[in-house]
């Protein structure tokens, strides 16, 4: 079977980009994911996005995003705004609008083009507390959240904050962020108990009240050089425990996203970040 697919990037975040006619099409897509996303044999991406019809109202588009391994994820930020600059490649994307994903609605507005790409700003919704939504297993069987507890994970206590952004996610804030900190530990917490589908790790580090330093370890890819999901968790885990303000900046490997949060839990968080495409072509 020939596929004609795009390759996009957001923050060198990369993913491989197809047009599926069907959700069938797009199981078949699955079952391929992980050779699509080889490095060495296949194109070569952190993760495979379906373009699909919307099924509910409100949206213009569905997405459905594999990770690497072939496991589907709910949502990804980074993926998200490459949702975009594609349909806007193809001449298909208005300037706000809704994509169907598992995690919900998601609004996405295109903000400005540069040379090499474009600008998007996303509502990705309200953060999650609830230990049931992340989904985590309380510390405590009386906690009603997941905010500053401490966990361990390979003989070592962690404090960590766990917040839902329509995926799971750990947030680790540490004086230092280093390779033993992300490849050693960053797994060891992804699989923890606490965590019974698994969880995206960051580790976050504190520059200034609008500005942090951040690395992610994510479910079914490894070390990323960006999550935009993650990006988000971690603000609203540091404007949670009263370390940051409502607009910051997080620099992650692969560059800058900017995001904000008013800090009341009913309310969406904001993401701001670029996309581009890389190449097209077929395999």
């Not at 560059?255 to 077929?282: C, H, Q």
Request: aromatic content about 8%.
């Amino acid at each position: 079977m020939n596929l004609r697919f795009t390759k996009a990037e957001g923050l060198s975040n990369d993913f491989v980009m197809l047009d599926c006619a069907t959700v069938r099409q797009s199981d078949e897509i699955q079952s391929r994911a992980a050779r699509l996303c080889d490095r060495r044999r296949g194109i070569g991406a952190d993760g495979v996005i379906c373009v699909l019809p919307a099924s509910k109202a409100g949206a213009a588009f569905r997405m459905r995003i594999f990770n690497a391994d072939g496991s589907e994820a709910e949502m990804c930020g980074n993926g998200v705004r490459c949702f975009g600059e594609y349909l806007r490649s193809t001449s298909r994307a208005p300037v706000k609008f809704g994509i169907e994903t598992l995690a919900g609605l998601i609004e996405v507005e295109f903000v400005v083009a540069d040379e090499r790409g474009g600008l998007y700003r996303v509502n990705m919704g309200p953060p999650k507390f609830s230990p049931a939504d992340i989904p985590a297993i309380p510390v405590d069987i009386n906690d009603t959240d997941f905010l500053m507890k401490e966990i361990s994970a390979l003989y070592k206590t962690f404090r960590v904050t766990a917040v839902s952004m329509g995926n799971p996610h750990a947030v680790v804030y540490t004086d230092e962020i280093t390779d033993e900190l992300v490849l050693t530990y960053g797994p060891a917490i992804q699989k923890c108990s606490h965590f019974p589908k698994g969880v995206n790790v960051e580790f976050a580090k504190v520059l200034s009240s609008n500005e942090i330093r951040m690395r992610v370890y994510e479910r079914g890819c490894g070390e990323t050089h960006a999550c935009g999901t993650g990006a988000c968790a971690a603000v609203v885990a540091g404007i949670a425990a009263d370390k940051l303000e409502n607009d910051v900046t997080v620099h992650l490997t692969g560059g800058d996203l900017k995001i904000s949060w008013d800090g009341y839990w009913a309310n969406p968080v904001y993401m701001t970040g670029p996309a581009r495409i890389v190449f097209s072509g077929e395999i």
